[in-house]
């Protein structure tokens, strides 16, 4: 054969199709891979696989003009599904199970308390052999996570009781308003019936010669709505009135009475006066006084006003109109009036000068 018929027949030289075959993969190589997508077609009939529970013949009947390539999907699924994996190791399961044993004795030794200190872990650092411990410890560095449970315990009551208290205190001024409203509706069925407001029989003191008001039950006027059963005995008194001595009510006078039949925005009924009990008491009031009722811890007193409506004053100061024409006027429901019209101080009852806003029990 010829030099000629060797290059014809290609041997003895390099091969032009492998050559190109190398030149082909060095550009497959440097060639970014293009995501793969699937044709609408074939997407749709994942889709119906899908929601068809990959049940092949459900999928058919519901679609049979695409049972080809449902067919071809599920061949594919099932190639997938199909594909050989081995056995996990088992000594790859046994050492996973002792790291989880592990994690739980060390979460069990932190939250545990050695007095003693011994922390179970030698000069090093390094844990000690396990064994039976005369007392649980809590371990070095461990004494952070005692500590931020303890913080956390704290920080609960610090935020939990306040939080508990002014829940009791807004039960316990709603309750009572409540009992105001229901001493309301009770004085307008007795006034209805009786054309005045409620008196205990008997009980009409001569102010002129009383030296004190401390002797002065005002409150057993209000007795009578309960005694003849225009309201329950809960509704005279306030439920924080450890001493049931009953609401504070306006002095009965014939100057003031006719209050109680204009239905007006002005105070009739409250809670405890305090200047009676610290007079009772024999301490000195210093005017002016301002001081709110005990019955709710003196953030302020429940106040029934003739138009029956009850409002939660936080100072006995009232600004009062007396009359559709008449200025407002400041009144402190807890001082009487002189006959001067001054409330500089707690005067009295002979003093009074019955046409003021006083309001005692």
């Excluded at 004494?143 to 935020?159: N, T």
């Excluded at 939990?160 to 039960?171: D, F, I, T, V, Y």
């Excluded at 953030?299 to 006995?316: A, C, I, K, M, T």
């Amino acid at each position: 054969m010829t030099p000629n018929d060797s290059a014809n027949t290609g041997e003895g030289a390099p091969s032009r199709g492998n050559a190109g075959d190398g030149a082909t993969d060095a550009r497959r190589q440097n060639t970014p891979l293009q995501p793969v997508t699937l044709a609408e077609a074939d997407q749709r009939a994942v889709d119906l696989l899908v929601d068809h529970g990959f049940d092949l013949d459900a999928a058919v009947r519901a679609h049979p003009a695409e049972r080809d390539r449902l067919e071809a999907a599920h061949a594919l699924f099932m190639r997938i599904d199909a594909y050989p994996v081995e056995a996990p190791d088992p000594s790859l399961v046994d050492a996973t199970l002792a790291r989880i044993d592990r994690s739980e004795d060390e979460r069990s030794e932190r939250m545990t308390f050695d007095p003693r200190g011994n922390s179970g872990l030698d000069a090093r650092g390094d844990a000690l052999p396990a064994g039976p411990r005369a007392v649980p410890s809590l371990g070095r560095g461990r004494w952070a996570d005692f500590i931020a449970v303890a913080c956390v315990a704290v920080l609960g009551v610090s935020v939990g009781l306040p939080l508990l208290n002014s829940m009791n205190e807004r039960s316990a001024i709603a309750g009572c308003a409540s009992n105001l409203r229901s001493l309301g509706s009770a004085l307008a069925t007795y006034h209805g019936d009786h054309n005045s407001r409620p008196i205990a029989a008997g009980f009409a003191p001569d102010l002129s010669r009383l030296a004190s008001w401390t002797g002065y039950d005002n409150s057993k006027h209000l007795d009578v709505l309960h005694q003849k059963g225009y309201c329950g005995p809960q509704c005279v008194c306030c439920g924080n009135d450890g001493d049931r001595s009953g609401y504070a009510s306006l002095v009965p006078h014939d100057r003031v009475d006719g209050m109680w039949l204009t239905h007006a925005h002005l105070p009739l009924v409250a809670d405890r006066n305090p200047l009676v009990m610290q007079s009772a008491f024999g301490g000195r009031i210093l005017l002016p006084a301002v001081d709110n009722s005990p019955d709710h811890g003196r953030r302020g007193q429940n106040v029934l006003f003739g138009d029956l409506s009850v409002v939660f004053e936080v100072s006995p100061i009232l600004t009062i109109m007396r009359g559709p024409s008449g200025p407002p006027t400041p009144e402190n429901i807890w001082i009487p009036a002189d006959n001067g019209g001054l409330e500089d101080e707690f005067h009295a009852p002979r003093e009074w000068s019955a046409v003021d806003i006083f309001l005692v029990q």
